[in-house]
């Protein structure tokens, strides 16, 4: 009974010790996080940055995303329709086909969807460009030359992914709309002027914001998890490896927070 009792004890504690210590590498990680945009903040008051390194990687993550957001946005719109088809058919009300579609592509599926399709491209990627310069010791490099690398890699880097992520979500909430149409008129038979006047009835210009101004958060949340994962980097190139998961977890992770939390505020 003794040895029951201390083995019992013995695995208590290394369970408390193991949730102890991931809720302690976690606060690690998002204190670091918070660190880096307090940096990044105090260099755009007033902007202390490269220019042309901040339209390089706008070209880079906004243009080179659009293939891959045309498509989520697409299908995206035309599932929505899907999924509410049933019940418009049974109801006969055709004439909501189109507010069932938009609202919930505007608010919610389509800036999510988008941001998680933009954090696995764009935000992996930075992590992967941000670590291979740390191990290969690039930002020591730039230090020895008087050069931040805050303000001359980081800072475009979180700008350029803000304005593209939010660039993005307009043209995903556009295409999203025109696929919710394109599969109502080839699935149901529904005509493109009762989509048209279901969309301009029942949808609202806040519903339009909603989404947008989630996806300056996401894009915030992403470029600085990839940042930071990316220039906290260790163990050489397994640790680059290391760093690009747990940037897209922790982006995949921030998205869900932050949308709860946005969506309970503002409603």
């Known amino acids: 009974m003794a040895n029951l009792i201390s083995r019992m004890v013995t695995a208590t504690a290394a369970a408390v010790t193991r949730v102890g210590t991931s809720a302690l590498a976690v606060a690690h990680e998002v204190g670091g996080i ?3 945009a307090g940096r990044v903040l105090r260099r755009l008051i007033p902007p202390r940055l490269d220019g042309r390194e ?5 070209f880079k993550m906004g243009n080179g995303s659009v293939p891959i957001i045309i498509l989520t946005a697409f299908f995206s719109g035309g599932l929505m329709t899907l999924q509410s088809a049933p019940f418009v058919q049974k109801f006969g009300a055709t004439a909501l086909a189109g507010w069932a579609a938009g609202y919930a592509v505007l608010r919610e599926i389509g800036p999510i969807l988008i941001a998680l399709m933009f954090s696995g491209r764009v935000g992996a990627n930075n992590t992967a460009e941000l670590a291979t310069m740390t191990v290969t010791e690039q930002l020591d490099g730039l230090r020895a030359l008087a050069i931040d690398p805050i303000s001359f890699l980081i800072v475009p880097r979180v700008l350029a992914m803000i304005v593209a992520l939010f660039a993005l979500t307009v043209l995903g909430d556009l295409v999203a709309l025109g696929g919710a149409a394109i599969v109502a008129h080839t ?5 493109w002027a009762t989509m048209y006047y279901s969309f301009a009835d029942n949808l609202a210009p806040y519903d339009v914001l909603h989404g947008l101004y989630k996806s300056l958060a996401f894009g915030f949340a992403i470029a600085l998890t990839s940042c930071y994962f990316g220039i906290s980097v260790k163990g050489g190139s397994t640790g680059v490896g290391r760093a690009v998961n747990a940037a897209v977890v922790a982006a995949a992770v921030s998205i869900m927070l932050l949308d709860f939390f ?3 505020l503002t409603g």
Not at 54 to 58: D, G, I, Q, S, V
């Open 34 to 36: 918070a660190v880096l």
């Open 54 to 58: 901040l339209w390089t990687n706008l």
């Open 187 to 191: 699935v149901m038979g529904i005509e």
């Open 262 to 264: 946005l969506t309970y």
